[in-house]
């Protein structure tokens, strides 16, 4: 089976611009809350809203997100004009532009649909193999890196630039809200007294390419490999997860299968972690059935720094992976204590960075309406490309 390598990474968020000021906040773990977001004209009870910062322009919030990430990513994989030219890119997003559509309406602006996030990175980059936007909601980013991937393996692309963008959406910020799964404190997964998810924004773009193209062209990045990644759909309910949670583990199951890999050698997961009451608990219980039979996997809670990041959690989580692979380090989760809900035995390392072990890291993203995805990234990522030095 085809090889698909990451050799580039991009990536905005409310740590800031960039892959390296994302790995340096991670492993910092500050335990301090994000400053509350100002939007007067929201007429709720508005929670935390970890902002990110957007680049100015002419485009909408969330393809400015992506323009910086894929930006970064690219000048990361060192791709010239005549490789991008034939590359593909698949943007994953829940809500686009939202921002573009919640403005009051302007007949010289007219709304936008979420499927031009990808174009505007495709245009921008002058990708013209073909630009995908899937929009499976919180999974969505998940899900566009397991297509690019599929695309390499098929033969259909040698470099696929995948990710995910998300930016605030007032109108996404109210449902929530009026669902009562917004917690007023911080995001707060297998906490306790969780009392929901808090919204994030951001950005994450992959370059992905085939092993022999990677060699041909003497790339020298190589952060891990995206080995394998499974997908389900449960349609248990709308909004709510299966709370037996069996589509749930088959994602998981078939993201190792799909990658060759044991569970033993999953050396990390990064969970798709919410901080609702039943999502962490299913995904718990999910985590426990698939590593029961030896020792837990440590878990690095990425929503629990930077929010919930819908379109792009996938992403996000999957370029915490690769990270995560590239250092050899899991960094530190922020503090839990005995706060730790018992319903969620899941292994949370606190404190300061911990080596790596397993040669695997499993990025979890669930989604509603059941649609679940799970990626397997395999190491050892030396940073280098083999038979290439930096």
């Given at each position: 089976?085809?090889?698909?390598l ?31 977001a100002?939007d007067?004209?929201?007429?709720m ?12 322009g ?5 393809t ?14 060192r ?16 809500g ?23 174009a ?78 808090v ?7 992959l ?6 193209h ?24 709308l ?23 044991a ?63 590239d ?35 499993m ?17 050892p990522?030396?940073g ?7």
């Amino acid at each position: 089976m085809t090889q698909v390598l990451i050799t580039g990474a991009g990536a905005v968020s409310c740590l800031g611009a960039g892959v390296t000021a994302m790995w340096r906040a991670l492993c910092a773990a500050p335990d301090s809350l994000p400053a509350r977001a100002d939007d007067p004209g929201a007429r709720m009870p508005l929670p935390l809203i970890h902002m990110a910062p957007a680049e100015p322009g002419p485009d909408g919030r969330a393809t400015r997100l992506a323009l910086a990430a894929a930006r970064e990513a690219v000048a990361d994989a060192r791709l010239n004009s005549r490789q991008l030219a034939r590359a593909h890119v698949v943007i994953g997003t829940g809500g686009g532009n939202a921002d573009e559509w919640e403005r009051p309406l302007d007949p010289a602006r007219p709304c936008t649909p979420p499927f031009t996030v990808a174009a505007a990175v495709s245009a921008d980059l002058g990708a013209s193999g073909g630009a995908t936007s899937v929009s499976n909601a919180c999974a969505a980013g998940g899900f566009a890196l397991g297509i690019a991937a599929d695309t390499i393996r098929s033969g259909e692309a040698d470099v696929v630039v995948a990710g995910g963008a998300e930016a605030y959406s007032r109108v996404a910020l109210g449902c929530f809200n009026r669902m009562g799964a917004v917690d007023p404190h911080a995001c707060r997964p297998f906490h306790r007294e969780r009392g929901g998810t808090v919204f994030g924004e951001g950005a994450a773009v992959l370059v992905l390419e085939s092993a022999e193209h990677a060699r041909a062209r003497g790339a020298v990045r190589r952060y891990a490999t995206l080995a394998g990644s499974g997908w389900s759909c449960d349609a248990h309910h709308l909004t709510a997860p299966d709370p037996q949670g069996a589509q749930i583990r088959r994602a998981m199951t078939d993201a190792l299968h799909d990658a060759g890999a044991a569970a033993s050698s999953v050396g990390c997961v990064v969970p798709h972690g919410t901080g609702t009451r039943l999502n962490d608990v299913v995904e718990s219980e999910a985590l426990g059935a698939i590593f029961g039979d030896g020792p837990a996997p440590p878990l690095y809670s990425l929503k629990a720094l930077i929010g919930h990041t819908a379109g792009a959690a996938g992403a996000l989580g999957a370029l915490t992976g690769a990270l995560i692979l590239d250092h050899r380090t899991v960094p530190p989760n922020l503090p839990l204590g005995a706060d730790q809900d018992p319903q969620c035995p899941v292994r949370l390392p606190q404190g300061g960075p911990i080596p790596l072990t397993g040669r695997h890291v499993m990025v979890n993203a669930f989604a509603f309406g059941g649609n679940n995805v799970s990626l397997v990234l395999e190491g050892p990522a030396d940073g280098h490309v083999e038979g290439h030095g930096a």
